[in-house]
């Protein structure tokens, strides 16, 4: 090997490098590339990275999306609030005003009554003043205006009622309910078909001699008034017997309170000489004693009376006592 001459050397290194790469040599290079586990974790761990990071970015963003959806609600709910608020406090204002009303009527009824007393009276029935007169009137105005109101919204709350009635297979409950919403919107038609000739009408020149007590109070009416608290309780016996017949036919429960026509207690009621929840009060009375009637198949309370139902008159003395004024 010493004796090789320079040129020999070069030409055997030349030789080599243009040989063929081993095939064994560079199997074991890739194979290293391969299996070079600290690379690979670590450009997992990168890519693992960037997707939490975008994961993040997600989250932040769904983050603020919530939180602007949250306060454009509360923002609806504090609109609502006071809506609501409002509503009441016209409600109330209404509801002072008529009281006041209302008081200032009876003090003048019972004025007349005691001037009526000290003088001898022929047996003819008693008069109010014009200016009594004029104040019943707009009682009357007024109360007729939000009977007429709050018909329009009871008859919107029809449809969600007799979805869940569907819902519930109550056929029999449905189709009671259907006939009673179609008599509230005939009352309607027949309280704005015109106007009411209120001078006509002897309600508003009658003086009360009737008196009744509810919740530990006395009310002074006449016999007009008097007829209607009557009618109140026999038409929510009519209802109430056909409300009960309704729910043992469809094999439900015995619970009157949640009837559409129990929670409305309108039926038959036109505005007039009475306020709403006077009528509402006695018309729920007869209703709950129609229904268990109804519902039980029995005559505990009333009896038939042709197409209708009645209460009988020993029961509504019970419900409404009326007395006569001394």
Not at 214 to 235: D, F, I, P
Not at 296 to 313: D, E, H, L, M, N
Request: net charge positive; hydrophobic share 25%; no cysteine.
């Amino acid at each position: 090997m010493k004796s090789l001459s320079r040129p020999i050397v070069l030409a055997l290194f030349a030789a080599a490098l243009m040989s063929p790469i081993n095939p064994a040599f560079a199997q074991d290079k890739e194979d290293s590339k391969k299996n070079n586990p600290k690379k690979d974790a670590q450009q997992q761990q990168q890519q693992d990275k960037k997707q939490q990071q975008a994961q993040k970015q997600q989250d932040k963003k769904q983050q603020q999306a919530q939180k602007q959806q949250d306060r454009q609600q509360q923002v609806q709910q504090q609109q609502q609030v006071q809506q609501q608020q409002q509503v009441r406090q016209q409600q109330q204002a209404q509801q002072q005003q008529q009281a006041q009303q209302q008081q200032q009527i009876q003090r003048q009824q019972a004025t007349q009554r005691q001037a009526s007393a000290r003088q001898p009276q022929p047996a003819v029935q008693q008069r109010l003043a014009p200016q009594v007169q004029q104040q019943l009137i707009v009682q009357q105005q007024q109360r007729t205006a939000q009977y007429s109101q709050g018909l329009q919204r009871q008859t919107g709350a029809f449809q969600q009622r007799s979805q869940t009635l569907q819902q519930q297979k109550r056929t029999a409950q449905s189709a009671f309910q259907q006939q009673y919403v179609q008599r509230l919107r005939q009352q309607q038609i027949a309280i704005n078909a015109g106007s009411y000739d209120y001078n006509r009408d002897p309600y508003f020149n009658t003086a009360p001699s009737l008196r009744y007590s509810r919740s530990g109070r006395y009310y002074e009416v006449n016999q007009y008034a008097a007829q209607v608290l009557q009618g109140a309780v026999n038409h929510g016996y009519d209802q109430g017997f056909r409300s009960g017949q309704a729910d043992r036919a469809d094999r439900w429960r015995f619970d009157y309170q949640n009837s559409y026509a129990y929670q409305d207690a309108v039926y038959g009621y036109n505005g007039r000489y009475v306020d709403q929840d006077q009528y509402s009060y006695y018309f729920r009375e007869g209703f709950r004693r129609g229904y268990s009637d109804g519902y039980y198949s029995r005559y505990q309370y009333g009896s038939r009376s042709g197409a209708s139902f009645q209460i009988q008159t020993g029961v509504l003395r019970l419900i409404i006592n009326l007395q006569p004024l001394r």
